[in-house]
């Protein structure tokens, strides 16, 4: 009966509670002014949805996953809501065997550096 209880316990931590919606608005209240705080702070299962515009910045480009399953998306597609590297790096790092679960969609990225993987540079 002990071993019962133990393992129940350790099925409910690894369950998640619940997903989270984080939002990014570079010019508006959003629970994050930059596209790489939401991403950090995400959680794996967490949705982080982009207001149209024009990101720029450290805090928009080279944009990490870390392994996360989640999702980053636009409001209104990539005609609205553009990442601007400024030639200083990439858009995404998708490096650390980040899978179906981790979704990237409704972004122009532009002005990558091609050396760097300009928009999206993915390895495993």
């Keep these: 009966m002990r071993t019962f209880a133990v393992i129940i316990s350790l099925l409910a931590l690894s369950v998640p509670l619940s997903a989270a919606t984080l939002t990014v608005d570079d010019d508006g209240p959003a629970d994050f002014n930059d596209i790489g ?74 002005r990558g550096r091609e050396s760097y993987g300009a928009g999206i540079y993915c390895i495993n």
């Design 37 to 110: 705080s939401a991403v950090a702070a995400a959680l794996p299962g967490d949705a982080i949805i982009v207001a149209d515009g024009l990101y720029r910045g450290p805090g928009n480009r080279d944009i990490d996953f870390g392994g996360k399953a989640i999702t980053l998306a636009s409001v209104s597609g990539p005609e609205r809501c553009i990442i601007d590297c400024e030639s200083k790096g990439r858009g995404f790092y998708v490096d650390q065997a980040e899978g179906r679960g981790t979704v990237i969609e409704g972004f122009t990225v532009m």
